[in-house]
């Protein structure tokens, strides 16, 4: 079968201008992209559909540098597409956005690499929040390769913290937490039993959980995405364990859950919820995405 992908392309164009994708099978083993002098390329199985839909044209910008995939990459790789597939649904965007490039080879080239399916539910986020007008903007480069160095226990300590904020009720119907002020934020901390976050971070095994926490934790911090963890009352109560959240934190985790900046925005707090002082606020957390949650999260304010 044939599609025409227009990726920005208007229906006023000549159709040398016009992508077509060939569908010929699903064989994962022979998955590869070939681009032609017309600028057309094709594609070895269907999964991989709804990649090429989100990133478009750039796609033969990056031409021969995608390379010859073995199979486990390619297996990786279309697990990403069909991520991508699920969020922008069953037919292509028809909206004249595209992905830059330089996010697209960031994506292509970890993902291929990756096979959590949670640090997959990060980078699909990304790709598909990273369109816009033209393909211009390339601001996502940046979480997109701070996102694909992490681990698969940072990226479970990650999800299961942010989640917890916008996946929660406030008890004084105030709405969600937001992060729109950066002095405030250490007010915001995330507290939960110290064993339900050693699971979180081992991805359930016993052995060296303890190391798996620590190990994550402090990776985070080193790369801005929390501002602190450790016990709380100066490391007295040792069967909890704090998280404080950061503005980059927040940000990462609202634009690979969401399909914009814009969307991701709905994490962030009115001031007058976070003066300090304040009645801590209790928050329930719901069931949130593939089953990573703390035990007993709730979020101290004030104080």
Do not use: C
Request: without cysteine; proline residues 4%.
């Amino acid at each position: 079968m044939k599609r025409a992908f227009r990726g920005g392309v208007g229906p006023d164009k000549q159709l040398s201008s016009v992508y077509q994708i060939r569908v010929t099978g699903a064989n994962v083993s022979e998955l590869g992209i070939d681009l032609d002098a017309a600028g057309g390329f094709g594609l070895t199985g269907a999964g991989a559909l709804g990649l090429i839909w989100v990133v478009g044209p750039s796609v033969k910008a990056l031409g021969k540098n995608l390379g010859q995939w073995t199979d486990y990459q390619t297996a990786n790789l279309l697990r990403l597409s069909g991520k991508v597939r699920e969020r922008i649904g069953d037919a292509a965007p028809n909206d004249g956005d595209s992905i830059h490039p330089r996010i697209v080879k960031e994506v292509l080239e970890s993902a291929s690499w990756i096979d959590d399916d949670l640090h997959q539910e990060y980078l699909a986020g990304l790709l598909v929040s990273s369109r816009s007008p033209g393909g211009r903007d390339d601001s996502g480069a940046y979480l997109t390769r701070l996102v694909a160095g992490l681990s698969a226990a940072q990226i479970r300590i990650h999800y299961a913290m942010y989640s917890a904020y916008l996946n929660s009720r406030d008890m004084t119907d105030d709405g969600p937490p937001r992060f729109t002020h950066v002095a405030e934020l250490t007010q915001m901390v995330v507290i939960a039993t110290t064993e339900s976050m050693m699971l979180v971070a081992s991805g359930g095994a016993e052995r060296s959980k303890g190391a798996a926490l620590y190990g994550a934790t402090s990776g985070l911090q080193r790369e801005g995405l929390i501002a602190g963890a450790g016990y709380p009352m100066n490391g007295t109560v040792r069967s909890q364990y704090q998280l404080v959240p950061t503005m980059l934190g927040a940000s990462v985790f609202g634009q690979s859950m969401f399909t914009s900046p814009l969307e991701g925005a709905r994490i962030a707090t009115r001031t007058e919820t976070l003066m300090r002082g304040a009645t801590p606020h209790i928050f329930q957390a719901q069931e949130p995405l593939n089953g990573y949650r703390f035990a007993e999260v709730r979020i101290s304010v004030g104080g």
